[in-house]
């Protein structure tokens, strides 16, 4: 139903900072809950940040929380992920999704080809 893609990733040495955007299509986009995922080579995927529709509620996986910043711009229809002290586990590929509620990443509907974050040691 709603279309994304993510961007923004990129090589950075630990320490850093990156944001990530996902720009999604559709009208409806402000009546979903958002999610960020990342996936690590050999690692299940794992949930980083999710974010009410209206943009006033988040929640975050303790590995990220205090580092990381969610963030929507409905009027941009766009998401944004703010990483900050950036550590080499962070390394992976970042995909955003709609998602059943802040509390329940269940996804509706798939998510995009994702982008590559790498933090260098």
């Known amino acids: 139903q709603v279309q994304l893609v993510e961007s923004g990733g990129g090589l950075v040495q630990a320490g850093g900072s990156l944001r990530l955007s996902c720009a999604a299509s559709?009208?409806?986009?402000?009546?979903?809950?958002m999610g960020w995922f990342r996936q690590a080579p050999g690692k299940e995927r794992e949930f980083v940040a999710a974010i009410s529709w209206s943009g006033d509620y988040t929640y975050y996986a303790d590995s990220v929380k205090g580092r990381f910043t969610i963030s929507r711009d409905n009027a941009k229809n766009t998401v944004y992920l703010q990483m900050n002290s950036l550590r080499p586990e962070d390394t992976a590929v970042y995909y955003c999704?709609?998602?059943?509620?802040?509390?329940?990443?269940?996804?509706?509907?798939?998510w995009g080809q994702g982008t590559q974050v790498t933090v260098s040691s």
């Open positions: 999704a709609a998602v059943r509620g802040i509390y329940d990443p269940s996804l509706l509907g798939s």
């Open positions: 559709g009208r409806t986009f402000s009546r979903y809950p």
